[in-house]
C-alpha cells in the first residue's frame, strides 16, 4: 500500500518534469538574489567588527533593536504606519478597481491609450520631483496661497508646519501616484474575462450597474485579494520618497508624518551602523509576515481557493 | 520537495558563511598597486590622465602604483557605507566623509590605526599639522585618522551681497554677534521690501551650524560644553544665552527679514536665493579669505562676510584621511597620505588637475584654471594646499591667514575628544528625532510662542534620555581629560 | 438607451477630470523647465511664466554626450531586462497556476516569502560583488533585484488561475501535445492582457531604476539616465547639508533638474502607445461589454 502512493507519487513528479523545468531559471534566481543574502540576516543580532567578520562578530543579544521602541516616538511611528498604509490599502483598492471598470467601457483606442497614459504620469515622475511639484503647490508663494486661498478669501496657511493637513495630504498624493499603476493590473484582469457571460447578462436584461456589481466586482474578488494581502505583507514599510521628500523634510509636521522607516532614516544618518538598520528591517518583516499569516488564515477559512499559500 | 529546497537553502547559507574576515591579498604582485579614493562635485573629464599621472608619481617615489577612485560627493556616502563593509574590496587611501566622527567607523572594525604608520611614513604630515591638530581623530589614544590643513577652527559668518551694503552706505565692520545684525537687517528690508533679509547655507538649516559663543557643542550640541575650557557637560538647548538668541531670531522672522520658506525649499541653498536676488544675505560657517568663493555665489559678484562670535578650535574634523581595514597595503597607503602634505604635484594634480592641459600660473603667481574639463578646483580636501599655488581670487598670503586664524582660535579643552555612543544608540536615535522636530523651527523664529515651545523641546530631550546621554559623555570625558 | 449614454458621459468625465489630475502637474513640470532661473525663484512655479529660457536645456546639451550615453544604456538596459524577466516570471507562474503540481504550495510559500524578508543592503552587495563579480559590470544594472519580482509571479500565476479556461489545456494535453508547447502555443497567446501588464511593470522597473547603479556602479560611463539625474540632486543635497565644505562650482539649478525630469519621463510617454495595442487588442477580444 505505502509502496503504491510512493509509486504514484513519484508518477505525479515524472509528470511535471518539464514544469520543473520551466521553473528552473526563476527558483535560481530567487535562491541568488533572495535566499542567500537572508544568512546576513544574522547581522540584526551581532555587535559587528568587520574586522572579524559578519559570522565571528560577537552576538548582541536584541540590543540592535533597542531603539525602535526606545521612546514615545516608538508609538507615534507604529502608529503612523500603520494608519496610513490602511488607509492607502481602502483608498487605492477601491479607486483603482472603480477606474480599472471606467476604462473598460472605453472602446476608442486612442482615448483609452491617452486616459490609462496620462494615468500612469504620476507613476514615472520620482518622488524628488514630485516634492518640487508640492512644494510649487504648498510653498510660501505657491498656487495655493497665491491664487486658491485668496480666491475663496480664506489666509494662506503655512502648509509645512501644520500637521492636521497632512493626514489627507499624504493620502492623496499616494492615490494621485499609484492609481494608473494599479489600475492597470485590475484592467488586465477585466479585459481578460470571458465576455459571453456579459453578452447573456445583457440578453436577461441586466442594467450597467448590475453588470458591474453582480459580475465584474465578483469576477475581480481574487484579483482584489490578491493585491489586499500583498499589500498587508508590508504594513511595516512606508515609501521614504511620499514620507521624506514630499513633507520636504520639516520637522514641525514630524506627528504626523514620522514613520519606522523616516525614524530610523533619521537616527541613522550620524551614524553608520549597519545592524541596527538591519534590525529594522528585520522587524518590520517579522511584523508583516504575522499579520499575513494572520490574515492568509483567515481568508483560507472564508474562501479557500483565494488564498495567498 | 519541502526538504530539498531546505537543503539548497543551507547549501547556500554556508557560501556566505565564507562572509569572514577580511582577506588579505596575496601579496605576490611585484609593483603594488594602492587604491586611492577622491571626491569631487563632478568628475573631472581627464580623470585617467590624471591617474597615470600621478601612478608614475607614485610609482617613483614610494613604489606603488596608483588606481584613482573618483567619486561624485553625492555617491561618495553611499559608496563608503558599502566598500567598508566587503571584505573584497580594496579601498587604500579614503578622504571619508565623518558626519559625526570616526567613532562608529573605529567601533565596527572598519579603519585601521595609523598611530604607528604615522611615527614611520608621516613624518611631513605630522610636521604640517602639529601636535594639536593631528590629535583631531583621536579615537582611545590612537590615531585613526588624519586631518587636512584647511579652516580647521570653527566660526559663524554672515555674507552680504555688497551692492546692497553699498547703496546704503552701511557700515558692517562692527559686526560681532548675532545682535549686532537687527539694525543692518532692518535697514535693507526698509531699503528693499521685495526681497527677504537673509537665508542661510544649507537647505536643512540650523542657523547655528557649529557654535555659539564659543561653547564646544561636542560633535552633535547634545550635551555641550558652554564654556570651552571648562570640561563641564551641560544642555545648550537649556541655557539662556540660547533663549535670548531664539527670541532674537524670533524677532527677525515677524519683521519678515528671514526668507519663509526657508526650512522647507529643498531645492534652493541660501547662496543661491542670494545669487538669484531672492535674499540680500545668508549665513554659512567661516573661511578666512574665502571672497573667491562667496564673490561667486553673489548676484553682483562683490560679497561682504562679517565672521560672528568667536573662533573655537573643536573636534568637527569631517573630511580626514584614513586607511580602511580592507586596504591591502597599509604602509604604502600611509606612503601616499604623506605625498599629499608634500608633493606639490601629487597635491595640484589632485587639486587642480594637470598643470598646462587643466591649469596654469599667470603672472601674479595665481593659479588660473583652462577650460572647464577640471570642474571644483579646490584645496581643502587633499593634505596640504599651502604648497602650490593661490587660487586666482584669492589672496597671496591665503594659507597665513588661514594658519593664523586655526593658530588664533581657542582650543576646547575637548580638542580630540570623541564621545563613542555605540552604548547609547537608542538615546541618540530618540534625540535626533526630537532635535528634527524643533530645533531649526526655532532658531529660525517659526514657533510664535519661543518660551513654550523650547520648554517643549527641552521636556522632549529629557524625555528621549539626554540626560542618560549626557551623563555618558561627561564620564567619558573626565577620563579623556585625566588621560591628557 | 438614453440610459446607457448617461453613466458613459458619466465615465468619461471621470477620466477626463481624473487625467487631467495626472497632467496638469506634468505641463507645470515642462513650463518650469522652460522658465528663467531667476523668474522661477522670485515668482515661484506659473503656468504662465514672465521669461521663458531654454538655458536649461542648453545646459543638457553641453552635457549631452554623458545623457546620449546614459541614454543608451537605460534603452539596453530596459530592453534586455525586461524581455529576459518576462520570460523567467512567466515560466515560473506558468506551472504554479496548476494546482495539481507537487511541491506548488512549498514553491509558493517560498515565493512569496521573498516580498517580506531580504538579506537587506549590505549583504547582498557582498555577494553580487564578491562572487559574481557586479561591479562596474552593465549587468549590474539587470541583475540585482529587478530580473524576477515575486509579486509579478504572483500577478501571472493569479491571470493563468483565473482568465484560462482548464478545458482548453486538458483537451490539449488529451491530444498528446507537451507542457511546454501547450504553454507557448495555446496558453501565451491567450495572455495578451498579463502580458502587457508586465511587460509595462518590468520595463518601467528597469527604466525608473537607480539604485543599482548607485551601488554596483563607480564608472559613470555605465551610468544610465536615472544614475545621472539622481547623481547630480544628491551632490545638491550633499553640499547643502554640509555647509563649509561648499564648492565654487555652480551646481545644476532647479530649471535644469526639472529639464532632466522631463527628459527621464518622455521616453516612455512616447513608447506607452506602442504598448497599449496589448490592452486594445485584449479588449477586442473580450469583445464589449457595454
Known amino acids: 500500500m505505502a509502496d503504491g502512493t510512493t509509486k504514484t507519487r513519484k508518477k505525479q513528479w515524472w509528470r511535471y518534469r518539464w514544469m520543473y523545468l520551466m521553473m528552473l531559471p526563476g527558483i535560481i534566481y530567487l535562491i541568488i538574489n533572495n535566499y542567500i543574502p537572508m544568512a546576513g540576516l544574522i547581522i540584526a543580532f551581532k555587535k559587528i567588527d568587520f574586522r572579524k567578520g559578519i559570522l565571528q562578530s560577537p552576538w548582541n543579544g536584541l540590543n540592535n533593536f533597542k ?160 493585491m489586499v494581502m500583498l499589500s498587508i505583507g508590508r504594513i511595516f514599510y512606508s515609501d521614504f520618497g511620499l514620507f521624506y521628500q514630499v513633507p520636504q523634510n520639516s520637522g514641525a509636521i514630524l506627528a504626523t508624518t514620522n514613520v519606522i522607516d523616516t525614524y530610523v532614516y533619521r537616527g541613522l544618518l550620524e551614524r553608520s551602523d549597519v545592524a541596527m538598520s538591519s534590525a529594522a528591517g528585520f522587524y518590520q518583516a517579522i511584523v508583516g509576515f504575522i499579520v499575513v499569516f494572520a490574515a492568509n488564515k483567515l481568508v483560507q477559512k472564508i474562501s479557500p481557493e483565494d488564498a495567498l499559500f | 520537495m519541502k526538504k530539498r529546497v531546505l537543503s539548497t537553502i543551507l547549501a547556500a547559507a554556508l557560501t556566505v558563511a565564507s562572509m569572514t574576515g577580511f582577506a588579505v591579498p596575496a601579496q605576490a604582485e611585484e609593483v603594488p598597486n594602492i587604491v586611492v579614493v577622491y571626491a569631487w562635485n563632478e568628475l573631472p573629464a581627464n580623470l585617467d590622465a590624471i591617474e597615470s599621472r600621478l601612478s608614475e608619481i607614485a610609482e617613483e617615489k614610494i613604489g606603488a602604483t596608483v588606481t584613482l577612485q573618483g567619486f561624485t560627493y ?7 557605507s558599502l566598500a567598508l563593509a566587503s571584505p573584497s574590496e580594496q579601498w587604500d587611501c579614503l578622504p571619508g566623509m565623518f558626519r559625526s566622527g570616526l567613532a562608529g567607523y573605529v567601533a565596527q572594525g572598519q579603519l585601521n590605526d595609523m598611530t604607528d604608520l604615522l611615527e614611520e611614513y608621516g613624518q611631513d604630515v605630522k610636521a604640517t599639522l602639529g601636535d594639536t591638530l593631528l590629535k583631531g581623530s583621536v579615537c582611545n589614544g590612537r590615531i585613526y585618522g588624519v586631518t587636512m590643513l584647511r579652516n580647521n577652527a570653527s566660526q559663524e559668518c554672515i555674507v552680504f551681497d555688497k551692492q546692497y ?90 519683521a519678515g527679514y528671514i526668507y519663509p520658506d526657508i526650512l522647507t525649499d529643498e531645492g534652493n541653498s541660501g547662496a543661491n536665493l542670494m545669487k538669484n536676488g531672492l535674499c540680500m544675505s545668508y549665513f554659512t560657517s567661516y573661511t578666512p579669505d574665502n571672497y573667491a568663493e562667496y564673490n561667486a555665489l553673489s548676484q553682483s559678484g562683490e560679497t561682504v562676510v562679517c565672521p560672528l562670535n568667536s573662533t573655537i578650535l573643536m573636534t568637527a574634523q569631517t573630511w580626514t584621511w584614513t586607511i580602511p581595514t580592507n586596504s591591502a597595503y597599509p604602509d604604502k597607503a600611509m606612503q601616499f597620505i604623506n605625498l599629499c602634505y608634500s608633493d606639490p604635484e601629487v597635491i595640484s594634480l589632485l587639486c587642480y588637475g594637470i ?90 523664529g517659526f514657533a510664535s510662542d519661543v518660551d513654550a515651545k523650547l520648554d517643549e523641546f527641552n521636556e522632549a530631550l529629557y524625555a528621549a534620555g539626554l540626560q542618560t546621554y549626557m551623563d555618558a559623555k561627561q564620564e567619558q570625558l573626565n577620563a579623556f581629560v585625566a588621560a591628557e | 438607451m438614453k440610459k446607457l449614454k448617461a453613466y458613459k458621459v458619466i465615465i468619461l468625465i471621470c477620466l477626463i477630470l481624473l487625467s487631467l489630475a495626472a497632467v496638469v502637474p506634468f505641463i507645470l513640470l515642462v513650463i518650469s523647465s522652460l522658465t528663467e532661473e531667476a523668474t522661477l525663484m522670485r515668482n515661484g512655479y506659473s503656468f504662465f511664466p514672465e521669461v521663458w529660457s531654454t538655458a536649461a536645456y542648453a545646459y543638457l546639451f553641453e552635457h549631452s554626450s554623458q545623457i546620449f550615453r546614459a541614454y543608451g544604456i537605460s534603452i539596453f538596459v530596459t530592453v534586455v531586462g525586461t524581455a529576459a524577466g518576462l520570460l523567467i516570471t512567466l515560466l515560473l507562474a ?13 514553491i509558493n510559500f517560498l515565493l512569496f516569502f521573498t516580498m517580506l524578508f531580504n538579506g537587506g543592503l549590505v549583504p547582498t552587495y557582498i555577494m553580487y560583488t564578491s562572487y559574481f563579480g557586479m561591479k562596474n559590470n ?95 540632486i544628491r551632490s545638491i543635497q550633499f553640499l547643502s547639508t554640509n555647509s563649509g565644505v561648499i564648492s565654487t562650482t555652480t551646481l545644476p539649478s532647479n530649471g535644469v533638474r526639472m529639464a532632466i525630469a522631463v527628459v527621464c519621463t518622455l521616453p516612455v510617454l512616447i513608447a506607452y502607445p506602442f504598448l497599449q495595442k496589448g490592452f486594445v487588442k485584449g479588449i477586442v477580444m473580450g469583445g464589449v461589454k457595454g
Open chain 1, 67 to 226: 531603539y525602535l521602541f526606545a521612546t514615545k516616538d516608538a508609538f507615534i511611528i507604529t502608529r503612523n504606519t500603520i494608519l496610513y498604509n490602511l488607509a492607502f490599502i481602502v483608498l487605492i483598492t477601491v479607486t483603482s478597481v472603480a477606474v480599472a471598470i471606467m476604462l473598460a467601457e472605453i472602446n476608442n483606442k486612442l482615448a483609452l491609450s491617452l486616459f490609462q497614459g496620462s494615468l500612469l504620469i504620476p507613476y514615472i515622475v520620482s518622488y524628488v520631483v514630485v516634492s518640487y511639484l508640492g512644494f510649487a503647490f504648498m510653498g510660501s508663494s505657491g498656487f495655493l496661497n497665491k491664487t486658491v486661498l485668496p480666491a475663496l478669501g480664506l489666509d494662506p496657511v503655512n502648509w509645512y508646519l501644520e500637521t492636521g493637513p497632512w493626514i489627507f495630504i499624504l493620502p492623496l498624493v499616494n492615490n494621485w501616484k499609484n492609481i494608473g499603476y494599479a489600475s492597470v493590473i485590475y484592467m488586465a484582469t477585466i479585459v481578460g474575462f470571458d465576455s459571453s457571460i456579459y453578452e447573456a447578462a445583457s440578453i436577461d436584461g441586466a442594467s450597467y450597474w448590475q453588470k458591474v456589481t453582480r459580475l465584474t466586482i465578483p469576477l475581480l474578488k481574487p484579483t482584489i485579494i490578491t
Open chain 2, 74 to 80: 553625492g555617491n561618495l556616502m553611499q559608496q563608503m
Open chain 2, 165 to 254: 551694503i553699498d547703496e546704503l552706505g552701511l557700515d558692517v565692520s562692527g559686526v560681532a554677534d548675532y545682535a549686532d545684525l537687527t539694525d543692518i537687517f532692518a535697514a535693507l528690508h526698509e531699503a528693499h521690501p521685495d526681497r527677504y533679509v537673509t537665508g542661510s547655507s544649507g537647505t536643512k538649516p540650523t542657523l547655528l551650524i557649529n557654535t555659539f559663543n564659543g561653547h564646544d557643542p561636542l560633535s552633535n550640541n547634545l550635551g555641550v560644553l558652554m564654556d570651552a575650557s571648562v570640561p563641564e557637560v551641560s544642555n545648550f538647548f537649556e541655557s539662556d544665552s540660547y533663549r535670548e538668541f531664539l527670541h532674537l531670531t524670533r524677532s527677525w522672522n515677524e
Open chain 2, 355 to 444: 598643470e598646462g592641459e587643466n591649469w596654469e600660473v599667470d603672472e601674479d603667481g595665481f593659479a588660473v584654471a583652462i577650460g572647464s574639463d577640471y570642474p571644483d578646483q579646490k584645496t581643502w580636501e587633499i593634505g596640504n594646499g599651502s604648497l602650490i599655488p593661490v587660487q586666482k581670487g584669492g589672496q597671496a598670503d591665503h594659507w597665513d591667514q588661514i594658519k593664523a586664524w586655526n593658530n588664533a582660535a581657542t582650543p576646547s579643552v575637548a580638542f580630540g575628544f570623541l564621545f563613542d555612543s555605540a552604548d547609547y544608540a537608542a538615546e541618540e536615535t530618540a534625540l535626533a528625532s526630537v532635535v528634527a522636530q524643533y530645533r531649526s523651527l526655532l532658531e529660525w
Open chain 3, 94 to 106: 506558468y506551472p504554479l497556476a496548476d494546482p495539481e503540481m507537487p511541491g506548488r504550495k512549498v
Open chain 3, 138 to 232: 552593465i549587468l549590474s544594472l539587470i541583475i540585482p533585484n529587478l530580473l524576477v519580482k515575486a509579486f509579478y509571479v504572483i500577478l501571472a500565476r493569479s491571470y493563468f488561475q483565473n482568465s484560462i479556461p482548464k478545458e482548453i489545456m486538458e483537451s490539449a494535453r488529451i491530444d498528446g501535445a507537451g507542457e511546454i508547447r501547450i504553454f507557448k502555443d495555446i496558453v501565451f497567446p491567450l495572455s495578451k492582457p498579463i502580458v502587457t501588464t508586465l511587460l509595462l511593470f518590468i520595463g518601467l522597473g528597469y527604466w525608473n531604476d537607480w539604485n543599482n547603479g548607485l551601488v554596483y556602479l563607480t564608472d559613470p560611463k555605465l551610468y544610465s539616465i536615472q544614475n545621472v539625474l539622481n547623481d547630480m
